[in-house]
């Protein structure tokens, strides 16, 4: 479980790195997804975080039974202790995870809308220059077509301030990016920990296994 979580965890954040720079694996990866949002895709997608969401409850859930029951034994269990800690590593990264995927959904919005305002400014572009460049009209024709020009002016202006907008978006987005791969970094710094937790609770729950097998040697000799 933990391995396929950590696998999942990677290609995300390769999808993640790949839209913060033009390749080819970007190009790849956005007409993938677009091909995910059709049909049935979404419907796949929305069952998996579904799924996601009910594991990370259960496993909330079992922290919790486990923690209460520790306190009303009110003895510390290494066992109980062993399953908390994995636990709790599994629904991290679970909940890493889904964040992971709407963020991954946020940014390809953002890309497809940006990709969109710049074809809309470039045909408004066009346009205003075919009839600036016209010839021959008339007195009435050539009023309306400057107020025509000025229309698309201030519609090209609007374009470029919310083209503004969502680059700066992304730029706190790619900002957001580089926070979740140090905190990325930590919860493997913090699996690791809890790998040798695991480790020596195992070596200690062992010890406490032979210690009245020695005792009973004791007496019969």
């Keep these: 479980m933990l391995q396929l979580l950590y696998a999942v965890i990677f290609a995300q954040m390769f999808v993640i790195v790949s839209f913060l720079f033009k390749t080819p694996a970007r190009?790849?990866?956005?007409?993938?997804?677009?091909?995910?949002?059709?049909?049935?895709?979404?419907?796949?997608?929305?069952?998996?975080?579904?799924t996601l969401l009910v594991v990370l409850a259960s496993s909330l859930y079992s922290i919790a039974k486990i923690q209460r029951r520790s306190l009303d034994a009110s003895v510390v269990n290494p066992?109980?202790?062993v399953l908390v800690s994995k636990h709790t590593l599994e629904a991290s990264l679970m909940g890493f995870v889904l964040f992971l995927s709407l963020m991954i959904?946020?940014?390809?919005?953002?890309?497809?809308e940006l990709r969109l305002l710049r074809k809309t400014m470039e045909a408004a572009k066009k346009q205003s220059r075919s009839f600036e460049d016209g010839k021959s009209v008339s007195a009435a024709e050539h009023k309306a077509l400057v107020e025509e020009i000025s229309g698309f002016k201030a519609e090209v202006e609007k374009l470029e301030s919310e083209c503004e907008v969502k680059a700066s978006k992304a730029k706190t987005l790619e900002a957001e990016v580089e926070a979740?791969?140090?905190?990325?970094?930590?919860?493997?710094?913090?699996?690791?920990?809890?790998?040798?937790?695991?480790?020596?609770?195992?070596?200690?729950?062992?010890?406490?296994?032979?210690?009245p097998s020695h005792a009973v040697n004791k007496k019969s000799t």
């Design 27 to 50: 190009k790849l990866v956005i007409l993938t997804l677009d091909r995910l949002k059709r049909g049935r895709g979404p419907v796949v997608v929305k069952t998996v975080a579904a």
């Design 79 to 81: 066992t109980d202790q």
């Design 105 to 112: 959904d946020r940014l390809h919005h953002y890309i497809r």
């Design 180 to 211: 979740l791969r140090k905190q990325s970094e930590g919860f493997l710094m913090e699996y690791d920990r809890l790998l040798e937790d695991n480790q020596n609770l195992r070596s200690q729950l062992q010890a406490i296994d032979l210690s």
